[in-house]
């Protein structure tokens, strides 16, 4: 705590109130307050800058650092690597970015290439130029679509928000691009009419076959879909959505990418989310985990069937014309190496899925407890609990009522989240998704 009276905290808290324009935050409110600024972070704690500790429940606010803060060695491996070696561009070859390819492709059986760049967005983006660009070379303009879902997120750029189905997150960005198309979210506890019933998951999965149908079969060229969405409320997909999906995707030769931006990399107690149901992808992107938040790396991997489609020396438009400065940039895919080999021998997938377990247990207890929680669902160290303002009736709570129970947290020293204003009427889910080093002890002082 010595550094951070040299860094002056009033001076501080003066420059950032005059000059910083933090993301997602409306501004008004810093009048009456000060912004909060974290300055140090060690396992699961963060310090702010008053000297107040904090438990983080939620990996860097935004399910990033899965191996936690202060992690030394990860530090040490990027310094080495800056001296030596700090950037070529990515036509190049690197021996960070050849090390971290093969290591990152041993946990993905089916896949074999991987493209770097920076955020989650970004390596969107790529798959959706690669979509786009399969669509002009191999299908004469056909198959051009691409099908998202409701209530998933994808990025902040103007082609991720056309495939965004939070609509508060793409009220005012418009207009979007084309042929991004919607289809139905798969949320059981909120499940649409007609759809609700057994079987939903078949259901649900069956009305993204309503849309391919509606849209011509020969249109749609790929599925865009969370493994589990993730800040649109923690929706585990129902029994029997996976392999429904995977059934209609070859059936109408569609392509399926899968975005682990959030569940890759442990999250969920399996290298990524799609694991847990048995899917086999053509396309995953990824980011927040790749390197916990020490580096800006993000990566979309595919099949050598899709990497194959941009191969034909004949055509000098034929190779993916893409490129990122940054993507790949030496520091990213070193910094990732050592966060797998982290979670490897610290074996934190399998700490994801016993403490997950335990931590979904606490919940479904509170649950017992109290009428306030509706509905709790999660797989490993990513849990949402619903709030309702009715049991019966399932009202949703109101948004200014959620955010009292994060303030309150937030008080009592713990950071936890809740689903933005993303969906109006559903914003009510508080979000856990502590670091992959959860003990028992963290997860009680998380939900006491
Ligand atoms: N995809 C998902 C599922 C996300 O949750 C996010 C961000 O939260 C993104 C993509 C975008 O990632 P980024 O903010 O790194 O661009």
Redesign the pocket.
């Known amino acids: 705590m010595d550094d951070l009276m040299h860094n002056d905290p009033a001076r501080v808290i003066e420059a950032d109130r005059a000059h910083v324009w933090h993301h997602m935050l409306q501004h008004r409110a810093l009048e009456t307050s000060d912004p909060r600024i974290i300055v140090e972070g060690r396992g699961m704690r963060v310090w702010d800058i008053t000297g107040k500790e904090h438990l983080d429940a939620v990996s860097g606010g ?2 990033t650092v899965n191996v936690g803060y202060g992690r030394e060695r990860i530090a040490d491996a990027v310094r080495d690597q800056l001296v030596k070696m700090c950037y070529f561009a990515g036509v190049q070859g690197s021996v960070p970015g050849a090390r971290f390819s093969e290591a990152l492709i041993e946990k993905m059986p089916g896949l074999s290439r991987v493209y770097f760049a920076n ?4 390596a ?1 983006e790529k798959a959706f130029k690669m979509v786009r660009q399969i669509s002009h070379k191999h299908h004469g303009g056909r198959k051009s679509k691409i099908l998202y879902r409701e209530r ?5 750029t103007i082609a ?1 928000l056309s495939a965004g189905g939070q609509m508060e997150r793409n009220a005012q960005y418009g207009p979007f691009v084309p042929e991004f198309v919607m289809v139905p979210h798969c949320l059981e506890y909120r499940a649409q009419d007609g759809l609700a019933g057994a079987d939903y998951g078949v259901r649900a999965a069956e009305a993204i076959e309503e849309v391919i149908l509606r849209e011509g079969p020969d249109t749609v060229g790929a599925l865009c879909l ?1 493994p589990i969405t ?2 649109g409320g923690i929706i585990v997909p129902p029994k029997g959505y996976w392999e429904k999906v995977q059934e209609i995707c070859a059936k109408y030769d569609i392509l399926l990418h899968i ?1 682990e ?2 569940c890759g990399l442990g999250r969920t107690g399996t290298w990524f989310g799609y694991q847990q149901f048995g899917v086999k992808p053509d396309i995953v ?1 990824m ?2 985990g790749v390197a916990s938040g020490y580096a800006a790396i ?1 990566c979309c991997v595919t099949t050598e069937a899709v990497f194959e489609k941009f191969k034909d020396a004949s055509d000098p438009m034929a190779h993916f014309r893409d490129i990122s400065t940054f993507g790949g940039c030496a520091s990213g895919p070193v910094a990732a190496l050592e966060n797998l080999h982290i979670l490897e021998e610290e074996d934190l997938l399998a700490n994801s899925t016993r403490m997950g377990a335990y931590l979904q247990e606490g919940l479904s207890q509170l649950m017992e407890k109290h009428a306030l929680i509706g509905d709790v669902r999660g797989m490993g160290l990513f849990a949402g609990a619903e709030l309702v303002a009715d049991r019966a009736t399932r009202e949703p709570l109101a948004e200014k009522q959620v955010q009292a129970v994060v303030a309150d947290c937030l008080r009592q020293g713990v950071i936890i989240g809740a689903t933005n204003r993303s969906v109006p009427g559903f914003n009510n889910v508080l979000l856990f998704a502590p670091a992959l080093i959860a003990g028992r002890a963290e997860i009680d002082e998380i939900l006491a």
Not at 119 to 122: K, L, M, Q, V
Not at 152 to 156: F, L, M, N, R, V
């Open positions: 935004v399910w955020s989650g967005s970004e969107n998933d997120y994808h990025g902040t991720c969370e993730a800040g975005d931006v959030v992107t980011a927040k993000s």
